[in-house]
């Protein structure tokens, strides 16, 4: 018996209609599975209840199979993948095939989500006639570091822009038009935003939601995250989002000041940085290239450069050479 993208239950010549959920929700991991429960309970407690969440590991070798089952949640299911792919391309395309929802959404293993994401963004994309909408997303790194994903005075998607996969919403048939993210080892670019400029280039409408829906703390930034396994800043976090309602106000206050403090300071060589690479990006998009793609050839001089940097920071490629991969 299987299920078909429709949403109808096929097996012995019986069709039987089902209903099948709003949104879809892809989580591609491996190996983190103290995290991983975070983002998931953040999904729980969402305001929005229409969604179905698909886990797709990378091969995994931890227990994170048991963790998901521990939830005991129907809307829940995870599906491993038999080869590792080393980053989040292959999972995601996985997830998005045993999807069923008319949207599409992503959520990081290492993210989470406040309340009210999955509802602003299904009522943001429904009232505005967008192909994927994207809300903000507060990064925090390893020193506590804030920084803010996603804002742009134009209102929309912009090549220079970087913004995460758990800030986006997007139509089923958009997934389908732009097609299956790209394998790190084929591009310059990072899979998510390669994904996007795809989507821009192909002249799909992105449109910002303003209003602060995730929280960020990628193991990019956290040294040899995949090694340590260390859960502390996530569980922190989980649970001010939980307790404090003032929580989305607080945070925007610091950053509103880190960035006033910011805008005191000597300003020249800034602006000129700004101005070069205000520059470059024009000439890269007049040749049909992402800013950040240049920029990686640049610094890394291969495809892929910038997802074995990040491999090497979190200690995936030591673990990667133990096991052989």
Known sequence: MRLDP????????LKIL????????????????????CAIQSLERSSFADWEL?????ACTDDTREVVASFAEPRIRFVDLEGNTGEQSGPNNE?????RGSYVAYLNHDDLWLADHLET?????????????????????????RFLFGATSSGRYEPHMSVPASTWLMRRETVESVGPWRYFREIYNVPSQDWLFRA??????????PRLTVVALPSGSRLRSYVQRESLDHRVMAERILREPDFRE???TQLALRYASRAEEPTFARNAARATYGLLAKLCLAMGIHPRAAMNLVAHRRKGGAIDRKRRIRGLEDIARKAGL
């Open 200 to 209: 821009w280039k192909a002249g799909k409408s992105m449109r910002l939601l």
């Open 6 to 13: 429709t949403g109808a239950i096929l097996g012995g010549g």
């Open 95 to 99: 997830g998005f095939r045993h999807s």
């Open 54 to 58: 698909i886990v797709v590991g990378d």
């Open 250 to 252: 607080l945070e925007l």
């Open 18 to 37: 089902v209903s099948r959920p709003v949104v879809s929700v892809i989580m591609a991991t491996y190996n983190r599975s103290q995290v991983m429960a």
């Open 121 to 145: 963004a299904v009522e943001g994309i429904e009232s505005s006639g967008a192909d994927l909408v994207f809300t903000l997303a507060l990064s925090m790194g390893a020193d506590g570091t």
